[in-house]
C-alpha cells in the first residue's frame, strides 16, 4: 500500500509540477515556522529567530531541492531534463547530428532486416498446436547411400500397431491432380493423406468434417477436404459445397469439409486434401514412395522415438511380403534406420547457416558504425571540455556528467533504431519483390514486436557501449587546465589520439574481415558459373509438365502414342528447333532413385545392387538440352515400340560400373532380377540434376515405354515434362501456342505450368546469389565507413596541428614531407588493421565452409587481393585528408594563434 502512494504521489508531482514546487516550498517555509516559533520560545526575538532559524536549515532553496529529492520522480524528473538538453545539443549541431543517425541507421537497418527474416524463418515455431511435438517420418540406408529414405505403407502400418512414442503418425504424398468439368481442365495442388494427417497437425475444419478411419477405404467412397481459396474460387464460398463432386480425371470425390483460410503445408497452401487410400492386404515391404509426420507423446523425445522406431523397423519384415525380385538379403544389406527430425527442419533446411552467417556479417558493419560514431563523440566531447569543467567547477557531479554524455549517444542509437526499422522495412520489401532467393517461411517474415524489441535493445545497448568511450575519457574534467586552455596553443599529446587511432583500426579490420567474406562468396559464385551444368543455353529451352491420368487414358501404349503425338505438335509449334519428353527436368524438384543390375557383375547371396538415379526419356531429349553424347547413340522410337530393350548412362555412371565410357557400350543392365535386360546404347556427359553446386548424380536414361521394367509388364511415364527449344522461350505467346498444341491431341488436358530452364538453373544458385548480394553491400558499406573513420581522423589531426604546421612550412620544410607525414600515419594504422583484420578472417572464415565452392576458407589469392584493395584505398583517403595539411597558410595559422 505504502508502494502504491509513493508510486501516485511521484505521478503527480510530474504532471502536476507547479503545484508539487508550491507544496515543497509551503512545507520548507512550514519547517522554517516551526523553527522560528521554537527559537522564540526560548527568548529569541523575531529578527533573531529569523536569522537562526535560517542558519540552522541553511539555504531555503537548497533546502527545497534537498525535499524534493527524496522522491524517485526526483531522479527521473532530473533525466528528463538531461535529456531535454541532449536533444536542444543535438539539435544546435545538425552536421553532426545527420553524419551520426544516418551511419547508425545504416548498420541498425541492415541488422533489424536479417534479425527480422531470422525470426521469421528460424525462430517463430510452425503455425500448429504443440508444433514443437511434430516430427518428420524419414528413415536412412547406408548400404545403398541413401541418407533420406522416404515412409513405407509397411512401415506406416506396422507403427500404427506398434508405436508407444507417437500421439499418431500419418502417411502422405503431394502433387498434382488433374480437375476436369469445368469449362477448360485445370491442375491443382494437392495433398493425398492417411486420416491422421490433420489431427496430427491440430487442423479443424472451418465446414464440414475431417478425415476418418473409413476415409482410408479403398473400397469406400473416396472424399476430398478443400482450401478456402478453392471454396470461393469455385464455390462462391456457399455452404451447400459440402456433399459435392469434384471430378478427379474420371475419379469423383465428394467434399466433407473446408479447411482454414491460414492452412497450409510446409511452406505450400494445397487446394485439396484427399484421403489416401491404400489396401493393407496388397501391401508388400519396399515401396518407399510416401512421406511420414508423427506427433510425439507429451515430454518424449526424438531419441526415445527413434529408439522406439528401430524397434519396429523389423516387425514390418515379418508382417509384409518382399516384391519379386528383392530378397531378405537385399533388405539387410541396405541397413535401413530411423533418422527422424523436426518436421520445421525439413521446411527451413540448412538456410539457417547462411542467415546466421549474414546476421553476424551485419554485426560487425554495426560495430563499424558504432566506432565511427564513437570517434565522433570523442571529437565532439573534446571539443566540449572547457563546458565540462565549468560545470563540474559549479559543483556537478561525476555521475552527473557522464549521464549527460552517454543520455546524448543513447538519443543518436534510439533515434538511428528509428530511422533504421524504415530501411528494415523498405529491405524486406525489396526482398521480397526480388527474384534472388526464395526463402522458407516468408510469409512469416515482417516487422513484429520482437523484431521491434530487438531494433530497441540493439540500438541502445550498442550506443551505450560506444557512448562510454568518450564518458571514460572526459568524465573526470581537470577544470584548472580546461579553464586555462582550450583552444589551439595548447600542445596534444599522443594520449589524445590513442584511442582515436584504436577505434580507427578496429574499423579497418572489420572491414577486411567483411571484404575476405565477401571475396569468397565472388570466388564462389565464378565457381559455380564455370561448371558445366550438362545442358546449354538454358534461357532457350521451355519446359511443359503435364500428366495423364490413368483414370482416363488406361492403356500404356495408347499414352505413349498420345504423348508422342503432343511432341510432333510441339515441334511444329512457330519457332521450335527441337523438343523432347523427360520424366523430370534438371534441378526442378525430386527424382527417382533405384537400384541398377549389371550382367557383367555378381552379387553374391542376393546383396542389393548399388542405387543410381533414374530418368526416362524419349528420342531427341540429349540434342534438345544441349548435352553431348560421347559415345554410341541415342534412342530410337523403335526402341520404345520394341519394348524399350535399351538404356543410356552418364559419364560418371560408366566410370564407376565400368571404368571408361566405351567400356560401357554393348554392356547389359536392368531395375530388378526379375526384369529382361537393356542394352547399353549410349554414354552421355554428366547432368547436375540437383544443382551446379551439388555432385553430379550417377544417371541411368530409360526408356519412356517399356516392357517387363521395374515388375511391371507394360510400363510408361504419365507424369512428365516437355523440353522445347526456341528462342522464343519464356514469352507469353509461346505459353499460349503450347497449350493450343497439346488441347489439340489431348482435350481434357489442364492448364499446363510452364517454366524457362533458365528459371530452375538461377534457383539452384539463389541462395548462394542471395548470400553473394548480402554480403557485398555489407562488406561495401564497411570499407565505406572505414574509410570515412579513416579520413576523418587525420582531418582532425591536421586541425589540431594547424599551429605545428604552419611553422614546419614558415621554417622551410617541404610541403610534400608534411603531407607524407600525415599519410605515413594512415598508412600505418590501415597496415595494423589489416594485420588484425587478416587474423580474424582466417579464425572466422572456416565457419563459412559450408557455402563455398572450390575454393579454400583460407584462399591466399583472396586475401591478398582483399588487403591490397584496403590498404590502396586508405592510402588514397590518407592522401586526400592530407592535403589539407599543404594548404595551410603559416601566416594565418600563427595569427590565428
Known amino acids: 500500500m505504502w508502494f502504491v502512494r509513493q508510486l501516485v504521489r511521484g505521478f503527480r508531482n510530474l504532471l502536476r509540477r507547479k503545484h508539487a514546487d508550491k507544496d515543497i516550498a509551503d512545507e520548507v517555509e512550514s519547517y522554517y515556522a516551526e523553527a522560528k516559533a521554537d527559537l522564540e520560545t526560548r527568548g529569541l526575538g523575531s529578527e533573531e529567530a529569523t536569522r537562526a532559524a535560517r542558519m540552522a536549515l541553511g539555504s531555503p532553496t537548497a533546502f527545497r531541492e534537498q525535499v524534493r529529492s527524496y522522491g524517485w520522480e526526483s531522479a527521473l524528473d532530473g533525466i528528463l531534463q538531461d535529456l531535454k538538453y541532449s536533444l536542444r545539443r543535438l539539435r544546435a549541431t545538425p552536421g553532426f547530428t545527420l553524419v551520426s543517425i544516418t551511419t547508425l541507421a545504416l548498420g541498425l537497418g541492415a541488422a533489424s532486416g536479417i534479425f527480422s527474416i531470422i525470426n521469421g524463418v528460424l525462430l517463430k515455431p510452425l503455425p500448429y498446436a504443440h508444433a514443437d511435438q511434430l516430427v518428420s517420418l524419414w528413415m536412412t540406408a547406408p548400404g545403398v547411400k541413401i541418407t533420406d529414405l522416404n515412409m513405407a505403407p509397411s512401415i506406416y502400418f506396422t507403427m500404427c500397431d506398434e508405436q508407444r512414442s507417437f500421439q499418431a503418425v500419418s502417411m502422405f504424398t503431394t502433387g498434382s491432380a488433374n480437375v476436369i468439368g469445368k469449362v477448360h481442365p485445370e491442375e491443382v495442388h494437392g495433398i493425398a493423406a492417411t486420416h491422421e494427417f490433420l489431427s496430427i497437425l491440430g487442423i479443424a475444419p472451418q465446414l464440414g468434417r475431417s478425415f476418418e478411419a473409413g476415409d482410408d477405404n479403398p473400397d469406400g467412397e473416396r472424399t476430398v477436404m478443400i482450401s478456402d481459396g478453392y471454396w470461393h474460387s469455385h464455390f462462391g464460398g456457399s455452404r451447400e459445397v459440402l456433399g459435392q463432386r469434384v471430378n478427379l480425371a474420371g475419379d469423383p470425390a465428394t467434399v466433407i469439409g473446408v479447411l482454414p483460410a491460414s492452412f497450409e503445408f510446409l511452406d505450400e497452401k494445397p487446394d485439396m486434401v484427399l484421403a489416401l487410400r491404400i489396401k493393407r492386404s496388397s501391401v508388400q515391404l519396399l515401396n518407399f514412395s510416401f512421406r511420414g509426420v508423427g506427433r510425439l507423446n507429451p515430454g518424449a523425445t526424438i531419441e526415445q522415438a527413434s529408439a522406439d522406431f528401430a524397434r519396429i523397423l523389423p516387425m514390418a519384415v515379418k508382417r509384409f511380403p518382399l516384391p519379386p525380385g528383392m530378397t531378405l538379403r537385399m533388405y539387410d544389406d541396405a541397413r535401413i534406420a530411423p533418422n527422424l527430425r523436426p518436421l520445421k527442419k525439413d521446411l527451413v533446411g540448412d538456410i539457417g547457416k547462411t542467415l546466421w552467417l549474414l546476421m553476424a556479417t551485419v554485426g560487425i558493419v554495426l560495430l563499424i558504425a558504432c566506432a565511427n560514431v564513437a570517434n565522433l563523440l570523442l571529437v565532439r566531447t573534446e571539443a566540449r571540455q572547457q563546458e565540462l569543467a565549468v560545470r563540474a567547477a559549479l559543483g556537478a557531479a561525476r555521475m552527473r556528467i557522464a549521464r549527460v554524455l552517454l543520455l546524448e549517444s543513447v538519443t543518436l542509437g534510439v533515434i538511428a533504431g528509428a530511422v533504421g526499422l524504415g530501411l528494415c522495412w523498405a529491405l524486406l520489401r525489396a526482398l521480397s519483390t526480388s527474384d534472388l532467393v526464395h526463402l522458407p517461411r516468408a510469409a512469416g517474415i515482417g516487422i513484429d514486436a520482437w523484431v521491434v524489441f530487438f531494433t530497441i535493445i540493439v540500438s541502445a545497448g550498442f550506443s551505450a557501449l560506444f557512448g562510454l568511450i568518450p564518458v571514460v575519457r572526459y568524465v573526470r574534467p581537470q577544470p584548472a587546465n580546461a579553464l586555462r586552455g582550450g583552444g589551439r596553443s595548447m ?78 505438335k510441339l515441334q511444329a509449334v512457330n519457332g521450335v528447333t527441337s ?319
Open 491 to 568: 600542445s596534444h599529446g599522443k594520449d589524445r589520439q590513442q584511442v582515436r587511432n584504436f577505434l580507427v583500426v578496429f574499423q579497418v579490420a572489420l572491414a577486411l574481415v567483411l571484404l575476405v567474406t565477401s571475396g569468397l562468396m565472388i570466388r564462389t559464385f565464378r565457381n559455380l558459373h564455370h561448371v558445366d551444368p550438362g545442358f546449354s543455353n538454358a534461357g532457350e529451352v521451355e519446359t511443359v509438365r503435364i500428366i495423364i491420368p490413368d483414370q482416363q487414358v488406361k492403356e500404356p501404349e495408347r499414352v505413349i502414342r498420345m504423348e508422342q503425338a503432343m511432341l510432333d
Open 579 to 897: 523438343a523432347s519428353i523427360t520424366s523430370s527436368v534438371p534441378m526442378g524438384g525430386p527424382e527417382m532413385n533405384n537400384t541398377v543390375f549389371a550382367a557383367d557383375k555378381t552379387y553374391p547371396g542376393g546383396t542389393i545392387a548399388p542405387v543410381r538415379r533414374y530418368k526416362s526419356i524419349v528420342p531427341g531429349y540429349f540434342a534438345t538440352m544441349g548435352q553431348r553424347m560421347l559415345t554410341g547413340r541415342d534412342l530410337t522410337w523403335s526402341d520404345l515400340y520394341n519394348g524399350g530393350m535399351v538404356a543410356i548412362v552418364s559419364e560418371n555412371t560408366a566410370r564407376d560400373m565400368w571404368g571408361t565410357p566405351q567400356a560401357a557400350l554393348g554392356k547389359r543392365i536392368r531395375p530388378t532380377d526379375k526384369d529382361d535386360w537393356r542394352e547399353v546404347v549410349g554414354v552421355v556427359a554428366d547432368e547436375h540434376t540437383d544443382g551446379v553446386d551439388k555432385v553430379a548424380p550417377t544417371v541411368v536414361y530409360w526408356p519412356l515405354y517399356a516392357k517387363n521394367f521395374e515388375t511391371d509388364a507394360v510400363s510408361v511415364q504419365r507424369y512428365i515434362s516437355f523440353v522445347i527449344r526456341t528462342p522464343r522461350a519464356g514469352s507469353l505467346s509461346l505459353r499460349g501456342e503450347i497449350q493450343d498444341a497439346l488441347w489439340s491431341v489431348y482435350a481434357d488436358l489442364p492448364l499446363a505450368q510452364t517454366d524457362t530452364l533458365e528459371m530452375f538453373y538461377n534457383r539452384s544458385l539463389a541462395r548462394t546469389s542471395f548470400t553473394l548480394l548480402l554480403l557485398a553491400i555489407a562488406g561495401g558499406m564497411a570499407l565505406l565507413l572505414g574509410l570515412v573513420g579513416l579520413y576523418g581522423m587525420i582531418s582532425y589531426a591536421v586541425s589540431q596541428r594547424t599551429r605545428e604546421i604552419g611553422i614546419r612550412i614558415a621554417l622551410g620544410a617541404p610541403i610534400a614531407q608534411v603531407t607524407l607525414t600525415f599519410v605515413r600515419s594512415g598508412l600505418l594504422l590501415s597496415a595494423i588493421g589489416c594485420g588484425c583484420g587478416l587474423a580474424g578472417a582466417l579464425i572466422l572464415a572456416p565457419l563459412m565452409k559450408s557455402l563455398l565452392f572450390s575454393v579454400s576458407p583460407s584462399d591466399p589469392l583472396t586475401y591478398v587481393a582483399m588487403s591490397v584493395s584496403l590498404i590502396f584505398t586508405a592510402s588514397l583517403a590518407s592522401y586526400l585528408s592530407a592535403r589539407k595539411a599543404a594548404k595551410v597558410d603559416p601566416v594565418e595559422a600563427l595569427r590565428a594563434e
